[in-house]
């Protein structure tokens, strides 16, 4: 079966902390994903990754960066954790078809105070 | 730039009644669409895609889902609800080569729908 394992279901971190969010797949896909979701405002896209090294700015970019240094692992970092930064991620992945299917983690709910 | 739009953000509605919940996107080239769905305390998991073809497509859990390139709309529709059905629905969107967004899946806003017994 195919997974998406994320580190931490649920992380509390204070006001300029810095924060990984780590997100691992075992299917060998090209492509993952970086998302936020907030209630009525869907998924919004942060960054996603072709391929290893490489990496391409998503709709919200601003305050978060990404690693992957290895074909399985995509990192999220938030630099400075600021409260507006509070909401659940989700990492997906996907094969190299951009017709193809998201799969998702569980997510990792961040609150900031 | 693709975008996506969900026309309503709750549908509530009886067991066994039919629903219809609806998308619309724009893009400036040809698409691809998604219907997700994530139920409570549980990832996304894709419920149905169009890529080519036939403009009806058919779901898992008896969902389907009718392409419309005129009115730029993907609607998700069950003739028959199940408490089970309870969730959150998610529409997407994906440009094919040659858009600006090519690579990227954006969501619309969610509908939450709601079977009453």
């Known amino acids: 079966d195919v997974k998406v394992t994320q580190s931490s279901r649920y992380l509390v971190k204070r006001t300029g902390e810095k924060v990984f969010l780590e997100c691992v797949q075992d299917?060998?896909?090209?492509?993952m994903f970086w998302y936020r979701q907030d209630p009525g405002l869907g998924l919004r896209l942060i960054y996603f990754s072709y391929d290893v090294k490489m990496k391409e700015k998503g709709d919200i970019p601003e305050g978060y960066s990404v690693s992957r240094e290895k074909k399985e692992r995509f990192s999220l970092i938030l630099e400075s954790a600021s409260t507006n930064q509070t909401s659940m991620y989700l990492c997906a992945s996907r094969e190299s078809s951009v017709g193809g299917e998201l799969f998702f983690g569980e997510g990792s709910r961040l609150t900031v105070l | 730039a693709q975008s996506v739009t969900q026309l309503d953000s709750q549908v509530p509605v009886f067991e066994e009644a039919p629903v219809e919940l609806r998308c619309n996107y724009s893009s400036s080239v040809s698409v691809y669409l998604f219907w997700y769905v994530q139920y409570p305390n549980q990832g996304l998991q894709l419920l149905l895609k169009y890529l080519s073809g036939s403009t009806l497509v058919k779901g898992i859990n008896g969902f389907e889902a009718e392409f419309n390139k005129s009115q730029t709309s993907f609607h998700l529709r069950k003739p028959s609800v199940h408490i089970s059905d309870t969730a959150e629905y998610f529409c997407?969107?994906?440009?094919?080569?040659?858009?600006?967004?090519?690579?990227?899946?954006?969501f619309g806003q969610g509908t939450i729908l709601t079977v009453h017994p």
């Open positions: 997407a969107v994906s440009e094919r080569a040659g858009g600006t967004s090519y690579g990227k899946l954006t």
């Open positions: 299917m060998d896909h090209e492509n």
